[in-house]
């Protein structure tokens, strides 16, 4: 079995909405949702950018992960904000990551979204944050990818693991990684290799590379929100307690908001 961190815990924290942690992810499986319902709650939350933008996808099942993965971004951030989901709007910072732009009772709140085929979450919170999700049932790359692109530590971790382990193992690292790089704005491919991460105990961040110097005081944790899927979570908080200062939560069908 692979070690886990003091961070990792098997299953959701849940508590009611109202307390202030300091990230707030919710997260729903898109193929428990029937395209009418997503018609019918989320279609009129989009902007006309976003439609065009899902009109574009020639497999109608991306078309429904995106949206539902753009409704519980609006839903989950209309919430927190106590704006209508069809008021926010976003744009791109320098480096593409996604900001709100408007309302502005709005923009000192930061998000992060990720998505699969079966899952979707969105991360919120008053400071900068990224997340990262992966099916821990996928094809992963073969050991030459963890090669040249992670740490040799992690390589070293990942080969001297049982062969059944190999690929939850890599999703450990690989989804770590990229909820660091989004947190920070970076390109996946542009930072990859650039940091290393030591999952021996509270999960810790070495930088290999100068240019990937964090500019936060990042901490991190991992969760497997269903039986199926890997979260991981770059946040900034002072909490002693990591656990406590994350409000991780399913979202049903049930929560979608009205648009108007």
């Known amino acids: 079995m692979i070690p886990k961190s003091r961070d990792y815990k098997a299953e959701p924290n849940i508590r009611p909405l109202g307390v202030s942690p300091a990230v707030v992810i919710r997260y729903i499986d898109p193929t428990s949702i029937s395209r009418q319902t997503l018609n019918d709650h989320v279609l009129s939350m989009l902007s006309p950018e976003e439609r065009q933008r899902m009109r574009k996808f020639t497999q109608a099942s ?17 919430q927190l904000t106590g704006c209508l989901p069809n008021e926010l709007r976003f744009e791109a910072a320098d480096r593409g990551k996604p900001l709100i732009r408007g309302p502005a009772m709005a923009t000192d709140w930061h998000f992060n979204l990720s998505h699969t085929h079966a899952l979707v979450a969105v991360a919120a919170s008053r400071q900068p944050v990224g997340i990262d999700v992966e099916d821990l049932s996928r094809q992963v790359p073969d050991l030459d990818i963890a090669k040249r692109y992670f740490s040799q530590r992690e390589y070293q971790h990942i080969a001297a693991t049982e062969p059944g382990e190999q690929a939850r193992l890599f999703l450990q690292y690989w989804t770590l990684k990229e909820a660091f790089l989004k947190a920070e704005g ?58 406590s200062a ?15």
Not at 62 to 78: E, I, P
């Open 246 to 260: 994350i409000d991780c939560q399913p979202w049903h069908p049930a929560d979608w908001p009205s648009s108007t």
């Open 62 to 78: 991306l078309a429904h992960v995106y949206l539902a993965a753009h409704g519980l971004k609006r839903s989950v951030l209309g």
């Open 186 to 243: 970076w390109g996946l491919s542009q930072r990859l290799d650039a940091v290393a991460f030591d999952l021996s105990g509270a999960i810790e961040l070495s930088v290999l590379d100068a240019a990937a110097k964090p500019t936060q005081a990042w901490r991190f944790w991992q969760n497997q929100p269903n039986p199926t899927h890997l979260m991981s979570v770059a946040l900034i908080t002072s909490a002693p307690n990591l656990q």
